[in-house]
Structures are given as structure tokens and as C-alpha cells.
């Protein structure tokens, strides 16, 4: 049995800056936490101990240090008695490995959930969260500003199970009332939104669906438990797509939802029925980024903030969307509800041609065109939002960049920019 070392977190044991009140904390080298005295002072620990730690029993594997990849699809039982009550701690492949328990008990100690389920990708987790609580002829609320496949996910399956989607402006906070019906079940947000950035007030908007019996689903993936702990600010489910910053190296996808203990039954009896597994390497992966997530997702804010500033400097940039300036809106919510920012941000160009964008972007030698953020290396992409919002209005005056921040040194990335505004200043 992997053992805990942090014993679940639940959320009303997270201080309001989300960070585990002292003594909650636990950790063993002797005897099993079950045998400890349990009048023995206990010990806290920070959040980077708790991610070395988490979901880790070395004496269960020979004193190897990381859970190995189980592979499989059958588990023997020893008895008719243990097949038949189904006792055996493992049942089945698709129900879960000694691999995949690691993560998912890691995983909701440090985002202090009561329960995580692992799925092949960040969109199956968007899927499988909504799925979990939806019914025929229920009725979601959606962020206007979400990854853009969760709105496909709705317009197309949802909409074909007869449930209706409301795209909603996502500076609303707690007007989101004036949105509820009779058969509102969820309401999705995701906070800042990937590509804008607009924020939400979480704990708002939870207020009023918890007071209206609706499920509150977030999608996490920006700022991580790390620097959003979703649960304790009032998420009853909440998304990560694993494939970013767990990652971290741009080689595996990975999704997960953890839930909180009201939510966590139907998650899990809802992850069980589809069987959604993820793979046993990508999860291997997952747990090996997993031990150094602080570091590198505090690194890549640090590379961030800087280029975000420098860019606000140029005389071809007319604004930088990033939630940790000062200057932005929803700068406020930020601060006050959030414990970091990731390397993730936009700029707005002061109007060029699309040639003179394709001229800059096309030079760059460092930073690379390409989907996904999280990983150790920079990309920039163009994007538009004007075809597909519903609920806003996409017009923000000049060409749109989106920046992932990776661990390059940052005045390589400086130069390798300064070298693209060259381009895009001397092309009309
Ligand atoms: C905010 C957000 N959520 C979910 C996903 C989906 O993750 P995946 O690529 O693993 O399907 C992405 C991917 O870019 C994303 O940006």
C-alpha cells in the first residue's frame, strides 16, 4: 500500500492562503503511520517537501526510490473468496496500478482533494469532470473565455446529449446569478483563461453555485495547485491537464480531475464506467515531474514576469496580458486569490500586417510556433478569438501573441524577440 505520508488535506484545513495549517503534515521513517503514537508531536511540512514525498513508498519497492511502471490488464486473485469480494487491493488494469495510485494519492494531497482520477489527456479530463455530473436536459454555464475543444466538447457532445451550454462574459463574479435556471447543474471556468487571460472571481462564483446546488468546475491548469489550491477557493472539481506543467518536458499528455469529498464518488464511479486509463509511462512521467513542479513552475513565473515587462517596454507592443502586472485587469482577483503566476501570458501588437507577424514569428530561432505550454522550452503563437466567442467581443485592436516562457536564459529570449520586432518593422 503506498503509504500517505501527508495525510489527505481536506479543504477546510487549508489556511485561507491555501497553505496546509501547521502540524497537519505528517512524515515517517519508522513504523507505519497507523502504528505511530498518535499523541507524538506532529511535524508540517512546505509545499516542495510535500511534492518530494507525496504518494512515495520506497520499502514497498525494495528501497527503490520511485514507484516503477506496473503494466498490465489482469491481477490474480489468491482465493475464489478474494476474486469473488473483490478484496485484493488491484482488480483490474483499467481500475488502476500501484503507478497509478501514486500519482492519484500525490496528487490530491497537494491539491487537497479528496480524491484524483488519471486520464489520457487535459481534454479528457475536461470531459470526463463534465460528464460526472451532467443529466439529458441539464443546463452548463461556460466561461466564454475556456480552452477553445472544452466549448467544442459542448456545442457537439453535450449539445447531442440534450444538454445546453450558456456561454457567460467571465468577469461576472457573483452576476453569474442572473445566469441560473431551474436545470443549471455546472458551471465551468477556468481562471485566467489560456489564451486572453481574462480572470474570474472563483470564490464569487462558488458562492453562488454551492448556494444553488450547482457544481462548480474549474480547469486549473494555469497556475496548478501550486499556485491556485482549487478546492480549498470553493472548486468542487477541478481540471489539470497534466500535459503542461506536471509534465514539464513536452513529452507525455496526461489529464486529471480531483474532486472534492462531495463530488468524489461520482468522479470515481463515472471514471470506473468509462475506463478512460492513462498509460503507465505517461504516468511514470507524471510522477518524475511531479517532484521538481515547484521549481521549475517558479522558475518559469520568474522568466515570465521579466520578458512580460521588457515587452511592455517596446514601442510595438500596446499591451501584455498577464495577470501579475499591476496594470491588468483582474490584477486584483490575481493577487488576491492566487499564490503565482505561471509562464504562460499574451501580448497585444499595435496594428501590423499579417505579413509583417508572419516575418517576426518565422525568424525566431529560440522561440518555437507550436501548440501546449509547460514545457522547458519558449513558444509564441498567433491566435484570434473573434470567430468562436459568444458572450464577448474579441477586438483587441492589433495581432495577438501568446508567449509560453521556458528555462532558456532570458536575454537569449530578449534578443531572439528584439530580433523579430526588427522584422516586423521592416516588412509592411
Ligand atoms: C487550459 C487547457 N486545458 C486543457 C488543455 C488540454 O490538454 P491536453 O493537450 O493534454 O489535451 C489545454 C491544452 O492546451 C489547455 O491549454
Not at 13 to 38: H, M, N, T, Y
Not at 285 to 293: E, P, T
Amino acid at each position: 500500500m503506498v503509504k500517505v505520508l501527508f495525510p489527505m488535506i481536506a479543504p477546510a484545513a487549508l489556511d485561507v492562503a491555501g497553505s496546509p495549517k501547521a502540524g497537519l503534515g505528517q512524515i515517517s521513517k519508522g513504523p507505519p503511520l497507523s502504528e505511530q503514537d498518535p499523541k507524538a508531536p506532529a511535524r508540517s511540512f512546505g509545499q516542495r517537501t510535500r511534492l518530494v514525498h507525496a504518494g512515495r513508498d520506497p520499502f514497498e519497492q525494495h528501497g527503490f526510490i520511485n514507484t516503477p511502471i506496473y503494466r498490465g490488464s489482469t491481477v490474480l486473485s489468491r482465493s475464489v473468496k478474494e476474486l469473488q469480494e473483490r478484496r485484493a487491493r488491484f482488480i483490474y488494469g483499467t481500475r488502476g496500478t500501484p503507478t497509478t495510485e501514486a500519482l492519484e494519492k500525490a496528487w490530491s494531497e497537494i491539491a487537497g482533494a479528496a480524491g484524483t482520477v488519471l486520464v489520457p489527456s487535459g481534454l479528457a479530463a475536461v470531459s470526463l469532470a463534465l460528464l460526472s455530473v451532467v443529466a439529458a436536459g441539464d443546463h452548463v454555464l461556460v466561461a466564454d473565455s475556456v480552452y477553445r475543444p472544452t466549448r467544442q466538447f459542448c456545442d457537439l457532445v453535450l449539445h447531442r446529449l440534450a444538454v445546453e451550454t450558456t456561454y457567460y462574459r467571465p468577469d461576472l463574479g457573483a452576476d453569474i446569478q442572473t445566469f441560473i435556471r431551474p436545470n443549471t447543474r455546472v458551471i465551468f471556468t477556468e481562471s485566467p483563461g489560456s489564451q486572453s487571460l481574462d480572470m474570474q472571481d472563483i470564490p464569487a462564483i462558488a458562492d453562488v453555485a454551492h448556494r444553488a446546488g450547482i457544481c462548480l468546475i474549474m480547469d486549473n491548469t494555469w497556475a496548478t495547485p501550486l499556485f491556485f489550491p482549487p478546492h480549498a477557493r470553493g472548486v468542487d472539481l477541478a481540471v489539470e491537464a497534466g500535459t503542461k506543467y506536471l509534465s514539464g518536458h513536452s513529452d507525455l499528455l496526461l489529464g486529471l480531475v480531483s474532486a472534492n469529498a462531495a463530488f468524489w464518488p461520482q468522479l470515481r464511479q463515472t471514471f470506473d464506467a468509462f475506463a478512460m486509463c492513462a498509460g503507465p509511462e505517461d504516468v511514470f512521467l507524471a510522477l518524475r515531474g511531479l517532484r521538481s513542479m515547484d521549481l521549475r513552475l517558479r522558475e518559469a513565473e520568474r522568466q515570465a514576469l521579466e520578458l512580460a515587462h521588457w515587452l511592455a517596454a517596446r514601442p510595438e507592443v500596446a499591451r501584455v496580458l498577464h495577470p501579475a502586472m499591476s496594470d491588468y485587469p483582474g490584477h486584483a482577483i490575481w493577487k488576491r486569490d492566487f499564490l503565482g503566476s505561471s509562464g504562460l501570458f499574451s501580448i497585444i501588437l499595435k496594428p501590423a500586417s499579417p505579413a509583417a507577424v508572419a516575418a517576426m514569428l518565422d525568424g525566431l530561432s529560440l522561440f518555437g510556433m507550436g501548440y501546449s505550454w509547460g514545457g522547458f522550452e519558449s513558444l509564441i503563437i498567433p491566435f484570434d478569438c473573434t470567430d468562436y466567442r459568444t458572450a464577448t467581443t474579441w477586438n483587441p485592436g492589433g495581432p495577438s501573441l501568446r508567449l509560453q516562457v521556458g528555462l532558456e536564459d532570458i536575454e537569449d529570449l530578449k534578443a531572439d524577440l528584439a530580433e523579430g520586432f526588427a522584422r516586423l518593422n521592416a516588412t509592411s
